[in-house]
């Protein structure tokens, strides 16, 4: 028997809402299909993808390069563990390093896993070659964060649905508020290894902080000799229309983090770069990762920032990331009751609601009937991050649409 193509999307909707864990709400689209900045749902109707799996997919929806690059790989050789050395791994790693000046990568799979291995290493720093005693070093990290999800992350998260009814949790984390460079230097103790940051925020709803804050940052840490870590998971790689978000300061950190489109969209790899010796703290068996920095991975990612680069997406991202929010200013103009601010940097974009407007969730839904799927971060903060492929052409169409379901949601 053939069914209905809506009755396809009910039934898939219905097996994962019975067999899943409830620990995501999505909005009812079941997709099948994408290409470049397009998606298609069983039904077959197209949607401009605004979010791009939280900036996990820069590159568009399965580009034919880094397909072809995971293709050829996965017929060759997939997993050695790092037991052995593999032909992809070094390559990786001086592709990395020539492209963001840094001096060693440490290969991961997820971003929080990589968030925690630069936890590890500025913990152990501090203690071997800062003489700071056994276990107390203290990381300063920000207000209204989102670094993962797992124990040591979702501790020091601020936000109750992140770390509630999950403790306890590891100490050493000190909470300042994100932006305020004066909290942040108060904060610094003769236990301090590290401050820990996102350049933007974006979980928290693409919070930038006042100009020159992360070049504050980078003062503060080289007068107190402790680690800068940026958590640029979400922020790099082009989403702001440069390769890292730090070099809208003119800055460099010590420890970047980086992961999400380091994946082209294909397949989960983090990596935590450094800028000095810090990472030599770690010796052979102290830390490590079955499938982190597989070759299959490393393949991966080499296509991943090849064509980043060769395709021009992180000026692309700039260009179109100036025009987008513009046409979200003009929207924020002209629905002043509904929209408190309109602001971004590259594609990395976020209307905010006045909580009067009822909420972001039937904004995004009304957007979804209007062919773009958004995402509402907390309850009144619709984010927009279509891939870096977009043109602009489309970004006028996507305004079009915003424009009218704003205006007819009045
Ligand atoms: C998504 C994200 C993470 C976590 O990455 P996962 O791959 O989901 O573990 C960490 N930090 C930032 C800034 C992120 O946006």
Known sequence: MVLPKDHAASRLIALEERFGARNYKPLDVVLERGEGVWVWDVAGKRYLDCLSAYSAVNQGHCHPTILTAMETQARRLTLTSRAFRNDQLGEFYRELCELTNSHKVLPMNSGAEAVES??????????????IPPGEAEIIVCNRNFHGRTIALVGFSSDPDSFGGFGPFPKGFRLVQFGDIDAAARAVSDRTVAIL??????????II?????????RALCDETGIQLILDEIQTGLGRTGTLLAEEHDGIEADLTVIGKALSGGFYPISAVLSNTEVMDVLQPGQHGSTFGGNPLAAAIGRAAIRVLLEEGMIENAARMGRR????????????????????????LMALELDP??????????????????CKETHDHIIRFAPPLVIDGETVDWAIDRIDDAFSRAQ
Request: glycine letters at 16%; zero cysteines.
């Open 324 to 347: 987008f929010l513009k046409g979200l200013q003009t929207i924020a103009g002209r629905n002043p009751d509904t929209i408190r601010e309109a602001r971004g940097r590259g594609l």
């Open 118 to 131: 630069a936890i590890k290493i500025v913990r152990k720093w501090g203690y071997d070659a800062r003489g």
């Open 197 to 206: 940051a996102e350049p933007i925020q974006g979980e928290a709803g693409v």
């Open 209 to 217: 902080p006042p100009e020159g804050y992360l070049r504050d940052l």
């Open 356 to 373: 009067s407007a009822g909420g972001a969730r039937r904004f995004t839904e009304a957007l979804k009937a209007r062919g773009l799927l």
